[in-house]
């Protein structure tokens, strides 16, 4: 049940009743049913639940993806949404719902710039974003970290103490969240700096340098930046830099009338989504010039849906946007939690960005497009790169883990008391640790079933059922002065 439709005969429900409505829902599904995890025998074969979702995508970019999630049991969970989502939604839930992220692994929360410039943390990719059971996302970050902690080498009991840990945080934010007047929920937020000095003598000097170093390194990475890595003059022109099959310009994808074909949608694309914008943020994009674009393969799930990378210039070439226009499909959540009010799967994405984060994009807006493919299509578009830096799982230690698992949960309650029922899920919770401990349970079957999946897909590429494409790691050999000379960050300088 949704905020908006906690409600009495009176009017808008009182907190007394918001909270015994939640505690009622411990009688229909009891705290520790959700460690539950059994997977039917009628399941369906993942390989063919993959396939089927690869079905409208590039071709020539599924054996990317494939290769990609054939890497590691942790890469093949976070192109595997899917899966899970058709999963949780054969599990026990308490009937309360709320704006989901629909994709909260662990590596979906980072760092990231508000439209004032602080550095903020929050949770990033909403590509599976739609209202759901609020406990569908706990259980996905749970999972991710058990996942993760196997592949790093953590015993069960390290393990557990990490997604305990992290349900806990999620239990007691969502709690303060319960208390706290409308507003301030809206007005809360996790301020990066002010994470770091309250991490910072919790971890050992490794890690501490390690976390300094990413809040360095995420203010670096802004437009100029990435203008200075994708970016090119040639010809005395600014070009993005090709490097097939991840960023590929047009003129390698397409011959000239089509390429021009393609090249005017995508200009029009642009014009067109300015009209989801706020209108001083459309004043503000009128302001810059289209000059080059090319397509981009991004993360590892969303492989193969159109992504393009579309490179605008304001007063000069020192003054650079960097757009991204994806793809935006049905959410993987829909069968299980219902389609969406939204008919333009891009607003789906946008709204629930909004909804959900804390802090912003400034230029995030949405827009249908005619003839891709022949086709309709849904696109949101979004700032490239602002200000953002992703978490190595890799190179946690159990303490960064648990340590970086509670962040999560706390950031996941605050997102989920914006539109759930806070005080009801809250109730819910309660102050016992009963919940953390059944969705520890949950998270080491669930690791459990993403292993087993994991080698169904490794064993259909083996015998050929499906073809997986490793990407080379050398880099091509780039042409054209770089975009920055020495002691600049731009051409001009």
Not at 173 to 187: G, I, K, Q
Not at 352 to 358: D, E, H, I, P
Not at 422 to 447: K, M, N, T, W
Not at 450 to 460: P, Q, S
């Amino acid at each position: 049940m949704d905020a908006t439709e906690t409600t009495s005969t009176h009017g808008p429900a009182t907190p007394a009743e918001r909270a015994a409505r939640g505690r009622s829902a411990r009688s229909r599904v009891p705290r520790p049913a959700h460690g539950e995890f059994a997977p039917p025998a009628d399941r369906p074969d993942p390989v063919d639940v993959l396939e089927q979702q690869s079905a409208d995508r590039l071709p020539e970019l599924v054996p990317l993806r494939y290769g990609r999630m054939t890497q590691s049991p942790f890469r093949f969970f976070r192109g595997a949404a899917a899966l899970m989502a058709a999963d949780l939604a054969a599990t026990p839930t308490t009937g309360m719902r709320a704006q989901l992220c629909g994709d909260a692994h662990l590596l979906n929360f980072r760092l990231l710039a508000s439209p004032e410039r602080r550095l903020m943390f929050d949770i990033n990719d909403f590509d599976e974003t739609l209202p759901g059971p609020w406990e569908w996302d706990v259980k996905r970050l749970a999972a991710s970290l058990v996942i993760a902690g196997r592949g790093n080498g953590f015993g069960a009991a390290q393990r557990r103490r990490v997604v305990r840990a992290t349900v806990a945080a999620y239990r007691r934010a969502m709690a303060e969240f319960a208390a706290l007047r409308t507003l301030d929920v809206w007005y809360a937020r996790i301020d990066a700096d002010e994470l770091y000095a309250r991490l910072s003598a919790r971890i050992d000097p490794r890690a501490r340098r390690r976390m300094s170093a990413a809040l360095t390194k995420a203010r670096t990475r802004d437009h100029l930046q990435a203008l200075d890595k994708l970016a090119r003059v040639v010809d005395g022109q600014l070009r993005i830099v090709p490097d097939p099959p991840l960023i590929t310009p047009l003129d390698m994808l397409l011959p000239g009338v089509e390429r021009k074909h393609l090249e005017d949608q995508l200009r029009g694309l642009v014009a067109r989504y300015a009209r989801s914008l706020p209108a001083d943020r459309r004043a503000l994009l009128a302001q810059y010039r289209v000059v080059d674009m090319a397509r981009k393969v991004v993360g590892v799930g969303s492989v193969g849906t159109r992504c393009w990378v579309i490179l605008l210039l304001g007063r000069d070439a020192r003054d650079p946007l960097l757009l991204q226009a994806k793809e935006a499909q049905t959410s993987v959540l829909a069968p299980g939690a219902g389609a969406s009010d939204l008919v333009n799967q891009g607003e789906r994405v946008v709204a629930g960005q909004r909804l959900m984060q804390a802090a912003g994009d400034m230029f995030l807006g949405w827009e249908r497009a005619e003839g891709f493919d022949g086709r309709q299509r849904d696109f949101y578009i979004r700032q490239l790169r602002d200000w953002k830096a992703i978490p190595q799982a890799d190179l946690m230690s159990p303490d960064v883990m648990l340590l970086f698992g509670r962040t999560c949960g706390t950031t996941l309650a605050r997102a989920h008391a914006r539109s759930g029922d806070r005080i009801a899920i809250a109730a819910y919770l309660g102050r016992s640790d009963a919940f953390d401990r059944a969705v520890a349970r949950f998270a080491e079957a669930y690791a459990d079933q993403n292993e087993r999946d994991f080698a169904a897909l490794t064993a259909a590429v083996k015998d050929g059922r499906v073809r997986a494409e490793k990407e080379e790691p050398d880099k091509p050999v780039r042409t054209g002065k770089p975009a920055k000379s020495k002691g600049s960050r731009a051409p001009g300088h």
